[in-house]
């Protein structure tokens, strides 16, 4: 079975034009026709958002039928965080807290997906994540993740999902992942390529923004966005892989 996965740090909505425009977003994400969405910066709630509801916005203007919203930092109106957004069934779902002392509040949503298709019901874990701006605060962070319930149970024969803004600049995280958890790379040297950058949208310099997959996916393709559209409408482009569920 296909299954087609997005990573997109929406920048709430608001463009590199300072202008705050969710139809732009729905209208680079609906282009993509992904299965899982999985967005960062999800404002509910914040008067720069209108006081909206983003990822019910987004979830309804786009018909998916199943969202989870783990949210992270808390503003003195409204508050934000990590969406994920499917046309399968969400078994169950929990924001796994990664804040490393006095920074930045941060964290990564975990759910547990039923992807259904042809034969039995599969098994997709998906952890959607949004980490710290410092390398340090970043690898102190993957190890509490990677100590979690939700990931430290998992059999790596589970089809299993890391994606997000890594803020890794330089791609240090990966042997972290690669080397010790056993997961693969959709973005970073892909086929002996250069990583795919995604930040900033208007010259996409750095590859912030990844996608790592273990368990029984096979890659089928990885790409960033190339809609002109997506230059203005966050400061991040969308990153969007293809795989195939055996």
Request: charged share 30%; glycine share 6%.
């Amino acid at each position: 079975m296909r299954l087609r996965v997005l990573t997109y740090n929406i920048h709430r909505a608001i463009g590199v034009d300072r202008r705050f425009r969710p139809e732009r977003i729905v209208q680079i994400v609906e282009s993509h026709d992904a299965d899982i969405v999985l967005l960062q910066e999800v404002d509910e709630g914040a008067p720069r958002s209108r006081e909206l509801d983003l990822a019910r916005e987004l979830a309804d203007a786009l018909g998916y039928p199943h969202m989870a919203v783990g949210h992270n930092v808390t503003l003195r109106k409204g508050r934000y965080g990590n969406a994920t957004l499917s046309r399968h069934r969400i078994l169950r779902e929990r924001n796994i807290d990664l804040t490393i002392g006095l920074w930045k509040r941060r964290g990564c949503q975990h759910t547990a997906i039923d992807i259904e298709g042809h034969g039995r019901p599969r098994r997709l874990e998906v952890f959607n994540l949004h980490l710290g701006l410092s390398a340090r605060e970043r690898r102190r962070q993957l190890a509490l993740l990677t100590a979690s319930h939700e990931l430290d149970s998992l059999s790596p024969d589970v089809a299993c999902l890391v994606a997000g803004d890594f803020n890794d600049w330089r791609s240090l995280l990966s042997p972290l992942l690669t080397d010790g958890l056993r997961f693969q790379s959709a973005s970073d040297r892909l086929n002996g390529t250069r990583p795919l950058a995604t930040y900033p949208s208007f010259f996409p310099r750095g590859p912030l923004d990844k996608i790592y997959f273990r368990g029984p996916l096979k890659l089928l393709a990885a790409r960033r966005c190339r809609l002109r559209l997506a230059r203005i409408a966050s400061d991040h482009l969308p990153l969007i892989a293809d795989f195939e569920l055996e």
